[in-house]
């Protein structure tokens, strides 16, 4: 729990960016204290080892900051890590689903064979607000033909119930209170 603290410490809230209305919760300054993210990283990944018995194939990173935790998680489960990126940054047969976030619409892509079907996947980002970015992410990998096991994520705005839009269970280490992104424990 201390080292959940000491996570929570590093994450810095700023006030109406990118738009009015949004207190965005900066992960990077974690990133500035090694013994955190080892700490981080190795709560996640204990996560996925106790609750999920199933081999893990796949470890998907959504762009951009899901890129900052998935490789590091995928190496860790012996898995194979593939990007969801915003359109136009994949070459070759990807699939394509557009969807709506906490500050607006946008399009995800992935290479058609990052998931093979019947594949064993979880994926990884930093913060789930309305849930679109993440339910985008689990329509890609089913349009491939694997099967998600678990969202992972450091924060969660619990009180915009990402979880309902899942088709998967969520995990999350930091809960916090409604868009404003309260820390409740
Ligand atoms: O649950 P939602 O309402 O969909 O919002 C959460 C998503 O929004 C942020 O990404 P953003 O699209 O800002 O991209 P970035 O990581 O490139 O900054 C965040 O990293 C999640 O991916
Ligand atoms: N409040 C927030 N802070 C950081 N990333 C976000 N993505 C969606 N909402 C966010």
Known sequence: MADIERIRGLIRANPDFPKPGINFQDIFPVFQDPTAVE?????????????????????????????LFGPIIALRLAAAFAPVRKKGKLPGEIVTVEYVKEYGVDVFEMEKDAVKPGQNVIVVDDLIATGGSAAAAGKLVNL?????LKYLF?????????????NAPLYSVLKYEDSGLKYKG
């Open 144 to 148: 491939s033909g694997g099967k998600v």
């Open 39 to 67: 700490s981080l990283i190795t709560h996640l990944v204990s996560h996925v080892t106790s609750t999920i018995k199933e081999k893990i194939d796949v470890v998907i990173g959504l762009d951009a900051r899901g890129f």
């Open 154 to 166: 450091v924060i969660e705005a619990v009180e915009l119930n990402g979880a309902a839009v899942l």
